[in-house]
T-cell receptor, first 114, second 117 residues
């Protein structure tokens, strides 16, 4: 299974509401990142939180990291229709190849209704 | 800064033909580039990692002879899907970084949608 599992798989909310997405991972990490992907497009980096950090803010985004539970959450406050997208967490892992690379979670599809 | 482009953005090819996808770092030198594949409504799966001037490192289950990767310069990596089949239809995304030792601060291209008929 993938390193990062996210829940919920899909989330539908009204504009102005907050959206919370969770990510769990299995191995120890140096950092965890969150990305956004609009349908059929590339990824946009949202925020990176290092393993020694517990919380980080960026505009309407708030990310928490609990390394004891191997989990992270992304909170989007005061959501807008333009926030409609898929959101992925990603951890940097040591691959079987001996190299470090990102492993992406399964993603949460967020739909914000105007 | 840190812009990555991909070309083409979409391509349709016939089964059995080969398709080349380019990934370019426009304003930085990319020591490492990554190639991912994404099927509809699924996550990104890493296919291979390429360092400039050396052979690509493929993830388990990815056929080296089918997905040829060349990272000939610090700004260009190419992925060639050889003898493409309909099951190769997917969204291919590259990312690039200038730091050999870490995988964070990756910058992603906009992706290439491949449809094999």
């Amino acid at each position: 299974s993938q390193q990062g599992e996210e829940d919920p798989q899909a989330l539908s909310i009204q504009e102005g509401e907050n959206a919370t997405m969770n990510c769990s991972y299995k191995t120890s990490i140096n950092n965890l990142q969150w990305y956004r992907q609009n349908s059929g497009r590339g990824l946009v980096h949202l925020i990176l939180i290092r393993s020694n950090e517990r919380e980080k803010h960026s505009g309407r985004l708030r990310v928490t990291l609990d390394t004891s539970k191997k989990s992270s959450s992304l909170l989007i406050t005061a959501s807008r229709a333009a926030d409609t997208a898929s959101y992925f967490c990603a951890t940097d892992d040591l691959k079987d190849t001996g190299r470090r690379a990102l492993t992406f979670g399964s993603g949460t599809r967020l739909q914000v209704q105007p | 800064g840190a812009v990555v482009s991909q070309h083409p953005s979409w391509v349709i090819c016939k089964s059995g033909t080969s398709v080349k996808i380019e990934c370019r770092s426009l304003d930085f030198q990319a020591t490492t580039m990554f190639w991912y594949r994404q099927f509809p409504k699924q996550s990104l799966m890493l296919m291979a990692t390429s360092n400039e001037g050396s052979k690509a490192t493929y993830e388990q289950g990815v056929e080296k002879d089918k997905f040829l990767i060349n990272h000939a310069s610090l700004t260009l990596s190419t992925l060639t899907v050889t003898s493409a089949h309909p099951e190769d239809s997917s969204f291919y995304i590259c990312s690039a970084t200038w730091d050999r030792s870490t995988s964070y601060e990756q910058y992603f291209g906009p992706g290439t949608r491949l449809t094999v008929t």
